[in-house]
T-cell receptor, first 115, second 112 residues
Framework: DTAVSQTPKYLVTQMGNDKSIKCEQNLGHDTMYWYKQDSKKFLKIMFSYNNKELIINETVPNRFSPKSPDKAHLNLHINSLELGDSAVYFC??????????????FGPGTRLTVT | GESVGLHLPTLSVQEGDNSIINCAYSNSASDYFIWYKQESGKGPQFIIDIRSNMDKRQGQRVTVLLNKTVKHLSLQIAATQPGDSAVYFCAACLFGNEKLTFGTGTRLTIIP
């Protein structure tokens, strides 16, 4: 009965490779997010999709490309991985409504290590 | 934009005591605030939220206080337990705007 799930949980890869992280939510939410958490635990939003449409696109290298095939899924593809991409990536979801966007529910995270 | 900062990076509290974690934000237009708890190896978990039309909200063993005048909020945890050990984040946004800005986190350690 996992609410927000991500795969893989750990990802170790070499510089220059291309990799994808997948996220799925079964909460029926219409908005999904990607966050990056660095080694100092600082959480920063990268992207957000509402009903499959991109609504937040922070200053992120264009090597990062999110894709939302449907409301329940938001994947993150990273091209030409660099050492500085090493971090924990969190997916989250929330439900929009007439009161705005409610609290965000986070997945367990994907620890990406680039060597 | 918004920037959010927690006053202390670490806090140690004796089990059974109350703990208070403080947070400051910069944008006076922010009107929605959330506290998250992150345990080791897990994603942030929602604890409690508060809108700017309130100055206090209570949950189970937790209370959030909001002082809009000085742009400060705090999370009080009553009768702390070992399971409360985690990193706590406050986050702020404009209500209706999905972009949350997170603080740097306070690591709370409960001493048995």
């Amino acid at each position: 009965d996992t609410a927000v799930s991500q795969t893989p949980k750990y990802l170790v890869t070499q510089m220059g490779n291309d990799k994808s992280i997948k996220c799925e939510q079964n909460l029926g939410h219409d908005t999904m997010y990607w966050y990056k958490q660095d080694s100092k635990k600082f959480l920063k939003i990268m992207f957000s999709y509402n009903n499959k449409e991109l609504i937040i696109n922070e200053t992120v290298p264009n090597r990062f490309s999110p894709k939302s095939p449907d409301k329940a899924h938001l994947n993150l593809h990273i091209n030409s991985l660099e050492l500085g991409d090493s971090a924990v990536y969190f997916c989250a979801s929330s439900q929009s409504g007439d009161r705005g966007f409610y609290e965000q529910y986070f997945g367990p995270g994907t620890r990406l290590t680039v060597t | 934009g918004e920037s959010v900062g927690l006053h202390l990076p670490t806090l140690s509290v004796q089990e059974g005591d109350n703990s208070i974690i403080n947070c400051a934000y910069s944008n006076s237009a922010s009107d929605y605030f959330i506290w998250y708890k992150q345990e080791s190896g897990k994603g942030p978990q929602f604890i409690i939220d508060i809108r700017s039309n309130m100055d206090k909200r209570q949950g189970q063993r937790v209370t959030v206080l909001l002082n809009k005048t000085v742009k400060h909020l705090s999370l009080q945890i009553a009768a702390t337990q070992p399971g409360d050990s985690a990193v706590y984040f406050c986050a702020a946004c404009l209500f209706g705007n999905e972009k949350l800005t997170f603080g740097t986190g306070t690591r709370l350690t409960i001493i048995p």
